[in-house]
C-alpha cells in the first residue's frame, strides 16, 4: 500500500465531497458515510488493504445521482483503488489501454 497516493486520494476526495456537499444532499450524506475512512488515510492509520466491498459509497454513483459529477466520481475511484491496496498490474494495463484509444500515450507494457 502506497502511503503517499492513498494520502493524495484522501485529501482529493475530501475536497471533493466539501466542494459538492455545500449544495448536494447525496454529496454531503457520501461524505458522512466516508468521514472515518479518509480522515484514518489522511493520517497515515491504514496500513493494511481494506477489502473491497468494506469502502462504502459505490451506492451514491450506480443509483443515486453523483455520478453527474465526473470529477467526484473519479476521486472516489482513485481513493477506493489506494485504500484497497492499490493499483494491479491488470488495472493498470487495462487503464493504459482506454488512454491509447482517447489518443493518449501508449500502453506502458505493450
Known amino acids: 500500500m502506497d502511503q ?10 475530501e475536497r471533493l465531497l466539501l466542494k459538492y456537499a455545500a449544495t448536494d444532499q447525496e454529496a454531503a450524506l457520501l461524505h458522512k458515510s466516508l468521514s472515518e475512512l479518509i ?5 497515515g492509520e491504514i496500513t493494511a488493504a481494506l477489502e473491497w466491498r468494506g469502502v462504502p459509497g459505490a451506492y451514491w ?6 455520478a ?3 470529477d467526484l466520481e473519479e476521486a472516489y475511484a482513485q481513493f477506493k483503488i489506494e485504500i484497497t491496496g492499490g493499483e494491479t498490474p491488470l488495472l493498470r494495463k487495462l487503464r493504459n489501454n482506454e488512454r491509447s484509444k ?3 500515450r501508449p500502453p506502458e507494457d505493450a
Open 68 to 70: 453527474q459529477y465526473a
Open 102 to 104: 482517447r489518443g493518449g
Open 4 to 13: 503517499v497516493q492513498l494520502r493524495k486520494a484522501a485529501a482529493d476526495m
Open 61 to 66: 454513483f450506480t443509483e443515486a445521482h453523483l
Open 39 to 43: 480522515g484514518a488515510a489522511r493520517r
